[in-house]
């Protein structure tokens, strides 16, 4: 599986950035992906998840905040950040299983 997200940037607080991910070399429709923020100095974790039918989780600490959502036809995840934080800050990972990709930076600050 070959991943390329996209979308990261600097952003005050309070602004928004969507996030894209392009998956290939998978059947795109058949997988449950997620995204994944790892934080400076911290372990790698969970902010939203959405399968194959659409159905999606979300952390607590960004619920009402980030919207997961996926184009099959595009095989393309994509994460609608809002109200952003400096907490949000770092890598996101977006993860189908088996390969992480290289990620895409998000620095929130004033």
């Known amino acids: 599986v070959q991943l390329q997200a996209s979308g990261g940037g600097l952003v005050q607080p309070g602004g928004s950035l969507r996030l894209s991910c392009v998956a290939s070399?998978?059947?795109?429709?058949?997988?449950?992906f997620r995204w994944y923020l790892q934080a400076p100095g911290k372990q790698r974790e969970l902010v939203a998840g959405?399968?194959?039918?659409?159905?999606?989780n979300y952390a607590d600490s960004v619920k009402g905040r980030f919207t997961i959502s996926r184009d099959n036809a595009k095989n393309t995840v994509y994460l609608q950040m809002n109200s952003l934080k400096v907490e949000d800050t770092g890598v996101y990972y977006c993860?189908?299983?088996?390969?992480w990709g290289q990620g895409t930076l998000v620095t929130v600050s004033s």
């Open positions: 070399g998978i059947i795109f429709r058949l997988y449950t």
């Open positions: 993860y189908p299983g088996g390969s």
């Open positions: 959405i399968n194959s039918t659409g159905i999606t």
